[in-house]
């Protein structure tokens, strides 16, 4: 690695995201201490199973940090930045840039615009103590973080399965179509290698009725169970076969990402109705949104039977810049959260499962407005719902801080599951759990140093939160 | 009281709730100081007058603490431990825990839930405070915490005149139906005692055509005012003369639980066809709605003219857990805000009395988002229109603090009411009152140390909170 | 001058508005003190360019501080004060108030109410700073407070021109009416002075078909354009003319107040069918909002053309009190926020040109909640959207704080615009300015202090806020 750009001038501060009153930063460093090496659970996130199986050494920092990773280009398209010369490529084919170091180029001279956001103190993170690059990003320095991050991603060191060990990522676990086959997860089930990468069953792609490709994903699911599924029974019973498979492939949960958490049960006919517009290509938006809100009730069931945890992700409008869309594809930065309801519409769900001891059901938001005034009332109520952390745009030091603020003094923090970092972009990993856990000792420390609770509540509170919690939630 | 069981090392922190910040901590130290022995005034809350009407001993420290307090055992059900083990009756009879001791352990080893939360708050203040008892409350200290507690109950120091004249409590209001008898009331007014137990009318039973038992009450309704109620004026008519009758029995207010603060004037058609309909026991939810806004214009206009304050608390989805409903009952934990709105909703209401120095409106909310947006502007317009505190889950230190922030800028704290405790726990009254002197304190010395007021206004300001805003909003 | 009532007992603080921490307060001032002095950028306001045009003296304290300014006297007002006592003329003509100095000595007596609020953040800045004057107003200094303004205000110091001068206002922007002729600003460019007053766009009295005088302003319109508009192609190309006359007159922007951001593009015969609808007079509610909806299209089209910035002003309840309507008119302190979208309601306008590296759009909102969830998000994405900075109620240390925290962290300040004054109070506006440096400066100097940005990043940034973001937002 080139040590001309090191420096010392600007490592990482111990002592980052805690508050400066050293009343509550002096608990929050000794709390972080206690937290800071658990083994981390990474039990919800988007990273390709096909690194680890395959487990072949990264192309270039350009690939491997920016092209990928909607949350960094976004900004930079915010700021008049053209996608293209980002690299991101074009459904029509048309050329975009290739160069990696260009890119990367045109990524350091706008480094500045992550100031203050949790994308910057992640890159920052990496920087610093996955590549031991002590200076700041900018145009100047651009060409050398570019050649000792290529350098070192060429050693063994940064093949995919040695940065799940160096980071001490107990479990990690992706998220899947209903209709994957998991032949990574199998590779590396069967490989020689102890990591633990399990899948998450995401079955939207089959459940919501207006997914663009949705016939094309139910032939795929017809093929997986070898028969027709001409009525809703059999493509209930294709559903509960492939949860079973998930399940015997590792997964402990499955996950959902609806526009709305709304929840109602159908009766047999009118389900069967509406499945078979579907089949006829003929389905309307509300039943669309009936059959979701149906679908949901039949998950929640099936996790009472074969005990997967169901995580709810609603609230994002999806692909909101139809241009954006059009010649980039999904998930392109241009997913923008909505006003979401969760009493009203968790009801039908709740009263179903909600008593039971067995069902867990962790719901996530985009729209704050409810974790004080929805969520941790029902979360503080009803055994079966625990509250996702701060999810997304959310997932930042205020964010996170906001959540906490919000949510324990009605649910408790033992109605919460920890942490998510819900991310593709796998050198970030540890930089999010430590983000986490230096916002939850600072919180925790405000609640000692204003007498809330005494240390050695927080000492137990902390561990929960970076550890216990994770792992009863998700049954891991 | 055993005292073996004390211990100073965890006394309660005289800074408690404060910023640690000295800066701030020191002024509102000060600030604190000035408002602590200030006598109580309750102008809102769900004591029974029953208590004080008979002034007997409370039996024991689960049914005093645990088993009447919706506030505990929510979040206990939402750790999976049964309603039924708590000593919740069920409605059908069947047994459930009747052991105080057993309920009381089921408690204490759960106690560690609370830590963070305001009930935690108001409790440690219980045990400390009232009792004495300056321990940690869990497995292994819970049976020395019962004894502790049942040996002073069955002192005359624990008999709830002697409680209310030692908590310094110069006034307390109950609610009350609007068809009860005030049988009580009438006794704490014949006694020859102090104390000052004042009756609040509240008709939700009557005026809410939902009501499950909406005809029944209207019958005892008609029972008391001696007459049928066959007509929408017969009805408005006997509520006046409840109104007068509470008035009379010291009564200072009325309020009023709506699922949304709709007002709209019904023509008297209207309004009887509707009334006809719920008589027919066929009224339409729509036109159930369409009362209550109407009802509210008309309580409104009873204020108006016989002075009683109109409070509504409004936003409640109540008894949302069907399983609970129907097999404990009403009021267990399992009431959900909602989203609620209150500029076009008020818009009735306020054009028509919100101009009239004679009438008082006081507006809660369980929606914090209304704080800022919708609430402190109506309340810094409209001379009628005043703010009720932080409510229910937000009765809290974070809860109260986002209160003021949220609305002083806007509204100023003088188109705010105080502090209301709002609660059935008798014990917890002073440590509800102390934590919102404290957070209030803390509030107003944050305005100091940042150099927005000066130290003589907010000491105005913090008695203005405590007392003297308390006594003209509620014309005690 | 009366030297009499000064006193440095009550000078204003240098570090007020900062935390009291000393880990944030030195850095805030640090970074404050690079900002204080640059120049004020006004680009959104509502000063009368008539002031400045004819370069009158201001008659009396009364008439310049309160009987103008809707923020003072509905303070006054929510606690029982009727406006005739201030002054506020009513439509009717009957008698109100006219003797300037008991109007100021009934602000003088309930200036308490005004502790902990923005306009009492801003009239100690005027006093102290502006008039020199170092005491507290109350009932007892208020003649002596009045006295000393008078004074002040009949010297050339306090000249209109002299003012903005002194003020080092380099540029201020008044908001006018799409048919106002901007004579005073052609007074004031044939003027011997080098200020720069410039017009801003508002179309809504000829754009909202429910304006109450809408007609009467399409037919000012047809005057200044010398045509019939009796057709929506006249109308729009009428509206082109006045936008082209608007940016020779040095304007740079339009304005748009509505009660929803809602966009959506009619067909020219849908258009065209109701804006003859309307002509007719009897256009219906939903035609209107459509109409709106339309014209937001059309003016974001417009302004791809000929470069003016567009800023849409979304969600007041405008004159929700009809009783001071009636008697007083509009802009009386009693427009409400109402709970306000984004996401749906711009996906039109956003699809069409939000990708136009040539448009710029800013938005503003009364409805906190959006700042996070939808507003951020958008800007974070769309080239050409950026936030206005908090607005109108939210405008206040604590709204503004709210405001950063709650949209660095996904839009990140660079995809902000600076502050806006909006103020019509002339002599509050360094005040505002002050007061937002100070709070962007604390707000950074938290980011430093917990180590979250560099120092150096901090200056830049905050130079970027208080002056750069708002010239280049701007096209100043």
């Given at each position: 690695m080139n040590t001309s750009i090191k420096s010392v001038k600007n490592r990482l501060n111990p002592n980052r995201f805690f508050s400066p009153d050293p009343a509550i930063r002096n608990i929050a460093s000794e709390l972080y201490a206690e937290v800071k090496d658990l083994p981390i659970l990474s039990p919800h996130g988007h990273t390709d199973p096909g690194w680890f199986a395959e487990n072949?050494?990264?192309?270039?920092?350009?690939?491997?940090?920016?092209?990928?990773?909607?949350?960094?280009?976004?900004?930079?398209?915010?700021?008049?930045?053209?996608?293209?010369?980002?690299?991101?490529?074009?459904l029509d084919g048309q050329a975009t840039e290739t160069d990696p170091k260009k890119i990367w180029q045109l990524f350091a001279r706008n480094y500045y615009l992550f100031a203050g956001t949790p994308v910057g103190a992640w890159f920052d993170h990496v920087f610093h103590e996955v590549f031991g690059i002590h200076d700041t990003l900018n145009e100047k320095s651009g060409p050398l973080f570019y050649d000792s991050i290529d350098a070192?991603?060429?050693?063994?060191?940064?093949?995919?399965?040695?940065?799940?060990?160096?980071?001490?990522?107990?479990?990690?676990?992706?998220t899947d179509n209903?209709?994957?086959?998991?032949?990574?997860?199998?590779?590396?089930?069967?490989?020689?290698?102890?990591?633990?990468?399990?899948?998450?069953?995401?079955?939207?792609?089959?459940?919501?009725?207006?997914?663009?490709?949705?016939?094309?994903?139910?032939?795929?699911?017809?093929?997986?169970?070898?028969e027709e599924l001409d009525s809703f029974a059999t493509y209930i019973?294709?559903?509960?076969?492939?949860?079973?498979?998930?399940?015997?492939?590792?997964?402990?949960?499955?996950?959902?990402?609806?526009?709305?958490?709304?929840?109602?049960?159908?009766?047999?006919?009118?389900?069967?109705?509406?499945?078979s517009s579907a089949l006829r290509g003929d389905v309307s938006l509300e039943d669309a949104a009936r059959f979701s809100g149906h679908m949901l009730m039949e998950m929640a069931r099936m996790s009472t039977e074969d005990g997967l945890v169901?995580?709810?992700?609603?609230?994002?409008?999806?692909?909101?810049?139809?241009?954006?869309?059009?010649?980039?594809?999904?998930?392109?930065?241009?997913?923008?959260?909505?006003?979401?309801?969760?009493?009203?519409?968790?009801?039908?769900?709740?009263?179903k499962h909600g008593n039971n001891l067995k069902f867990k059901l962790i719901i996530f938001t985009l729209d704050e407005t409810n974790y004080a005034r929805e969520m941790a009332p029902?979360?503080?109520?009803?055994?079966?719902?625990?509250?996702?952390?701060?999810?997304?745009?959310?997932?930042?030091?205020?964010?996170?801080?906001?959540?906490?603020?919000?949510?324990?003094?009605?649910?408790?923090?033992?109605?919460?599951?920890?942490?998510?970092?819900?991310?593709?972009?796998?050198?970030?990993?540890?930089?999010?759990?430590?983000?986490?856990?230096?916002?939850?000792?600072?919180?925790l420390a405000t609640l000692v140093a204003t007498h809330r609770i005494e240390l050695n509540t927080a000492r137990e509170m902390g561990k929960a939160l970076a550890y216990d919690l994770v792992k009863s939630a998700y049954n891991l």
């Open positions: 072949n050494p990264f192309s270039d920092p350009a690939n491997l940090l920016i092209i990928p990773d909607h949350y960094v280009f976004r900004m930079l398209y915010s700021q008049g930045i053209k996608l293209e010369d980002l690299g991101i490529e074009r070192a991603l060429k050693t063994t060191e940064f093949l995919p399965r040695n940065i799940l060990d160096r980071f001490k990522i107990e479990l990690i676990s992706t209903a209709t994957h086959t998991l032949a990574h997860h199998q590779t590396i089930r069967d490989a020689d290698w102890e990591g633990q990468v399990i899948p998450t069953f995401r079955p939207d792609s089959v459940t919501n009725l207006l997914h663009p490709e949705w016939k094309e994903n139910l032939h795929e699911l017809e093929a997986l169970v070898a019973s294709a559903l509960e076969q492939r949860r079973k498979f998930f399940k015997e492939m590792g997964a402990t949960a499955t996950d959902h990402g609806v526009e709305t958490p709304y929840t109602h049960e159908l009766s047999s006919n009118e389900a069967e109705r509406i499945f169901m995580q709810i992700h609603p609230g994002s409008y999806r692909n909101h810049n139809d241009q954006v869309m059009k010649t980039f594809g999904a998930d392109k930065g241009a997913d923008i959260p909505i006003q979401t309801e969760y009493t009203r519409n968790l009801h039908a769900l709740l009263n029902l979360a503080g109520h009803y055994p079966a719902l625990k509250l996702g952390p701060a999810w997304w745009f959310n997932d930042s030091i205020d964010g996170m801080t906001r959540f906490r603020q919000l949510t324990t003094e009605t649910a408790s923090i033992y109605n919460t599951v920890g942490f998510n970092d819900d991310t593709r972009a796998l050198l970030s990993i540890p930089a999010r759990h430590d983000l986490s856990r230096r916002v939850d000792s600072n919180y």
